[in-house]
Nanobody
Framework: QVQLVESGGGLVQAGGSLRLSCAAS????????MGWFRQAPGKEREFVAA????????DYAGSVKGRFTISRGNAKNTVYLQMNSLKPEDTAVYYC???????????????????WGQGTQVTVSS
């Protein structure tokens, strides 16, 4: 059974940093891209960042570009989201997701992803 487990969320002041982790288990994630999405109360889920299987291709939402960095661990089944210069509008539940794409391909569409984690809460106070 495939599992994605997020960790690293919490409460931080505006301008602070958090590092989210997502550990994937249950299968070999060869050729799987990983993505981060978030959902704030009363809002639709939105794309945050994605990384391809090799780690060589990344994509970011405009609202986080330059502040967030997505990366993969050496074992390829762990993905990180380093979040710097956090703003109150970054407050949301953050989800990681996995999708079997070919190399170099990433997607901003949630429907393209096959597996999802349970989410981790990030709260940024002003």
């Amino acid at each position: 059974q495939v599992q994605l487990v997020e960790s690293g969320g919490g409460l931080v002041q505006a301008g602070g940093s958090l590092r989210l982790s997502c550990a994937a288990s249950g299968r070999t994630f060869y050729n799987y891209a990983m993505g981060w999405f978030r959902q704030a109360p009363g809002k639709e889920r939105e794309f945050v960042a994605a990384i391809d299987w090799t780690g060589g291709s990344t994509d970011y939402a405009g609202s986080v570009k330059g502040r967030f960095t997505i990366s993969r661990g050496n074992a390829k089944n762990t993905v990180y989201l380093q979040m710097n210069s956090l703003k109150p509008e970054d407050t949301a539940v953050y989800y990681c997701a996995a999708a079997r794409f070919g190399s170099d391909y990433v997607s901003r569409l949630g429907n393209d992803y096959d597996y999802w984690g349970q989410g981790t809460q990030v709260t940024v106070s002003s």
